[in-house]
């Protein structure tokens, strides 16, 4: 199994172009950055997904160059696990491509904007996800979607628990977690987490949401009356003492307010004490 991290942070990046809270400051000041949350998934090394695409995407890791052909591509698809824009937005850079498959709930293949502009350009071929149904790709990997959470993306209405999703979908999918194997080693992607799932106890590598590390870092970094919960978020306080031993746990898309996106910060020696870490930007995991 090879995983490339091409980016850890949530909306709006690290810094944030309009935000001077300290960790954006600190970013700026220290010279590094986070591009928006998007992971790279191959079960051979050879044949490539991107699990989400954010709206910063570049496809500029090694393992992703195209050839031999002018125009061959290893990347085969994208894989959704929600219908934000951070999310999906990215879909729009791959309109180049003759041909792309997307695979996401029935309701986020019906709710996301970026897919009906991308069919303007490409042949877009999508695969819904069946919760707990495994679905097979190329290169020996097996996706196999679970739900999180019921969080609407704000274009497309308040979220709020017992809301059916537009198709008649139950509301849990609008946001999904991915259980992903080569059958070898296990990966789970879980990037918006609203409340702990057993699901996220039992691989090699789970890849967690590591938006917010407390539920009031909104209000005192930025001002926003908004908690973590509130936005679809567990903080990390609240999921470390709920890992369980055997996996590792990485944590992914951070936001700008985050101080465990800093490497210096007692929020980060916290995650290890507990065995986990912060997902890696722009590195590859190499083979699991």
Known sequence: MRVRFLGTAAGGGLPQWNCACAGCRAAREGGWSRRQDTVAISGD??????????????????????????????LRGVIL??????HTTGLLTLRETSAISVYASSTVLAATPALSLLRRYTTVNESPLIGGVPAVLDGGLTVTAFPLGDKRPRYAGESAAGIAAPSGAPAGEWVVGLRLTNGRTTVIYAP????????????????????????????????????????????????????????????THLNNTNPVARPDSPERALLHRHGAAVAPEGRDLADL
């Open 45 to 74: 090394g050879r044949v490539w997904y991107l699990l989400n695409a954010a709206p910063d995407l570049r496809l500029d890791a090694p393992e992703l160059h195209p050839g031999p052909g002018l125009r061959e591509t290893p």
């Open 81 to 86: 696990t929600s219908a934000e824009l951070d």
């Open 192 to 251: 918006c987490l609203a409340e702990w799932s057993d699901e996220l106890t039992r691989a090699d590598v789970v890849i967690l949401d590591g938006t917010f590390f407390s539920d009031d870092e909104l209000r005192r970094h930025t001002g926003v009356d908004r908690t973590a919960r509130q936005m679809g978020h567990l903080p990390i306080e609240e999921s470390l003492p709920l890992l369980a031993p055997g996996p590792r746990y990485l944590y």
